[in-house]
C-alpha cells in the first residue's frame, strides 16, 4: 500500500520561499508517476507540477520559473521548492502518485490513485 505523507508548508510573507517534501512508503519511486496539487477554499484541486518516473517536470504557467520539483531517489521523497511566493499560492498542497503503467504527466485529478494529506501554504502581502 503506498503512503504519501506531505510536510513543510507554514506561514510566510510574499517574495518568501518554502520547500515541501513528501515522504513516500510502500512504493518504488520509479514504479510511479506523480505530481504537486494544491487547493484554495471554494476552489478547485489544480495541477502545479507533473513529474515522470524518470524526473522530467511539467510545470502550471502560474508556477512556471518560480517552483521546482525534485526527488530524492533512493529516499522515495520528492520535494516541492517554491521561491517568490505569492499570495495567491495559499493554498493546501498535496502529492499524488499513480502507477506509470496507467497514467503519466496527466493533470486530472482523477487519474491519481494515491494522495497525501495535504500540508497547508499560506502567503501574505
Known amino acids: 500500500q503506498v503512503q504519501l505523507v506531505e510536510s513543510g508548508g507554514g506561514s510566510v510573507q510574499a517574495g518568501e520561499s518554502l520547500t515541501l517534501s513528501c515522504a513516500a512508503s510502500g512504493t518504488t519511486y520509479r514504479a510511479y508517476c506523480w505530481a504537486w496539487f494544491r487547493q484554495a477554499p471554494g476552489e478547485e484541486r489544480e495541477g502545479v507540477v507533473t513529474i515522470d518516473r524518470f524526473g522530467s517536470t511539467n510545470y502550471a504557467d502560474s508556477v512556471a520559473g518560480r517552483f521546482t520539483a525534485s526527488q530524492g531517489d533512493p529516499n522515495n521523497t520528492l520535494y516541492l521548492q517554491m521561491n517568490s511566493l505569492k499570495p495567491e499560492d495559499t493554498a493546501m498542497y498535496y502529492c499524488?502518485?499513480?502507477?506509470?503503467?496507467?497514467?503519466?504527466?496527466?493533470?486530472?485529478?482523477?487519474?491519481?490513485?494515491?494522495w497525501g494529506q495535504g500540508t497547508q501554504v499560506t502567503v501574505s502581502s
Open positions: 499524488a502518485a499513480v502507477p506509470w503503467v496507467e497514467s503519466c504527466g496527466s493533470w486530472s485529478v482523477g487519474r491519481y490513485r494515491f
